[in-house]
């Protein structure tokens, strides 16, 4: 047997065939996919995450500026709160017509009730109070703030129950300033007490 007509035919028995675009096609396939995928990632799924990921962020920061609105929400609510029951206390300090006649019973009964002496008890002037007036403006053109109330009265009679009567004054809730207070003894040995004391009343609008 003659090896070199073996050898010669296996070389030519190779199956190999020349390469045509046919044997391309699944390779260009692929790659056309591929750059389909890119850019339908690029050009549509990749704006759509950037969009929505805005979204999200300026979720979180109208989130974040509810959450600072609440808390301005809260302090402010408790400033008018504070505010509020500050007005109430001041209102109550202040006085009526009827009020100032409940203060000359009070003085009166508790005159009695101790065994005091009402020598004089009259209601004075009433004093208009302008707070904050500028300088070189005309005072009578502004409106008062509130308006003082003076009382005055006379009392005669033992310094402790003298004493009892100022107290029971001295706890109304209300504003009251003992302006005057001139105490004396007389012969008798009892005391007479001259006084003014002043009450504030809210302006008639």
Do not use: W
């Not at 609105?69 to 001041?90: F, H, P, Y």
């Amino acid at each position: 047997m003659d090896l070199k007509n073996l050898f010669s035919k296996k070389k030519g028995d190779g199956t190999d065939q020349p390469k045509t675009f046919k044997s391309y096609l699944p390779i260009i396939f692929i790659f056309l996919i591929l750059i389909i995928a890119i850019c339908l990632h690029f050009f549509l799924v990749s704006p759509k995450f950037k969009e929505q990921q805005v979204m999200i962020d300026d979720m979180y920061y109208k989130l974040s500026e509810i959450d600072n609105m609440n808390s301005q929400i809260t302090g402010l609510e408790k400033d008018v709160d504070e505010l509020t029951l500050a007005r109430e206390v001041k209102f109550n300090l202040f006085v009526s017509e009827q009020e100032v006649e409940d203060l000359y019973q009070l003085i009166s009964f508790t005159a009695l009730r101790n065994k005091l002496k009402v020598k004089r008890l009259i209601r004075g002037e009433e004093q208009a109070i302008r707070e904050n007036v500028p300088a070189g403006q005309d005072v009578t053109s502004i409106p008062p703030d509130y308006f003082k109330i003076f009382v005055e009265y006379d009392i005669e009679g033992k310094f402790p129950d003298y004493l009892k009567l100022k107290q029971e004054i001295a706890k109304l809730d209300k504003l009251i300033v003992f302006e005057k207070e001139d105490v004396k003894t007389t012969e008798s040995g009892t005391i007479l007490a001259a006084v003014k004391i002043s009450l504030v009343r809210m302006p008639t609008r």
